[in-house]
């Protein structure tokens, strides 16, 4: 298995995670997961890390982008410990039905169980906080009215940004779980994933006096179908 490599130094590696591809293994799938990359390009992490090789946080299977991978303990305590206190500022891409009624905002509704599914629903079981910025960054008019956003999920719920933005009536593209279902654009059936992309991940390294930041390019099936959709986008 070959995973591209944004940055790695002595102390981290930032992958480019594909879609389509798990973070980690499910009862449901034996198909060879990020782990399994892992496992064979860093087997020394098992000595601080059995579970995970030293991934500190994840992405859904369809997501790609940037993903941080620690090489030593004290490395994935410190990112695991940014992580925790939001201290990585996280940035994504993503494609939404509609168009927003203002160029930036703020969804604040804590995330809990409904049934098998995460919701907003008040009435959830187990609900957190939760907290998204998003910022307009196009919009775009094919088959239907679209917006590409910029997405700042402040907080770390699993799912939370297609959750979070599904509630304000911008479902992201492709995404069939928390998405539209019914009366889908021909165009957008060309899509094999939900439109969504972590764009970037910045941070302070250990000395708190350099700040990193790793990018990643909008994967390229995001990028043509933007131009399929609209050929000046």
């Not at 998204?132 to 956003?149: C, D, V």
């Not at 933005?165 to 998405?179: N, Q």
């Amino acid at each position: 298995m070959k995973i591209p490599i944004i940055f790695e130094d002595e102390n981290f590696l930032a992958l480019n995670k594909p879609a389509n591809l798990l973070v980690e293994p499910t009862k449901n799938s034996q198909k060879k997961t990020l782990i399994d990359f892992l496992k064979e390009k860093l087997p020394q992490n098992k000595n601080f890390d059995s579970q995970r090789f030293g991934l500190v946080h994840r992405l859904d299977k369809e997501t790609s982008g940037v993903l941080l991978v620690a090489k030593n303990k004290n490395f994935f305590n410190y990112l695991k410990k940014l992580f925790k206190e939001r201290k990585i500022k996280k940035e994504y891409i993503a494609l939404v039905y509609g168009w927003p009624n203002k160029k930036r905002g703020e969804i604040n509704l804590p995330i809990g169980w409904g049934g098998k599914l995460k919701t907003t629903d008040k009435k959830a079981r187990k609900r957190k906080p939760a907290l998204t910025f998003f910022e307009l960054i196009k919009k775009i008019k094919g088959q239907e009215k679209y917006s590409l956003l910029k997405v700042f999920p402040k907080t770390g719920r699993t799912n939370q940004i297609r959750i979070h933005l599904a509630k304000i009536g911008l479902p992201i593209v492709g995404d069939k779980v928390y998405g539209r279902k019914k009366s889908l654009p021909e165009e957008t059936r060309k899509l094999k994933r939900q439109f969504l992309h972590c764009l970037a991940l910045e941070f302070l390294l250990p000395n708190k006096k350099t700040k990193i930041r790793i990018e990643s390019d909008l994967a390229k099936d995001l990028k043509e179908f933007l131009k399929m959709i609209n050929p000046e986008t």
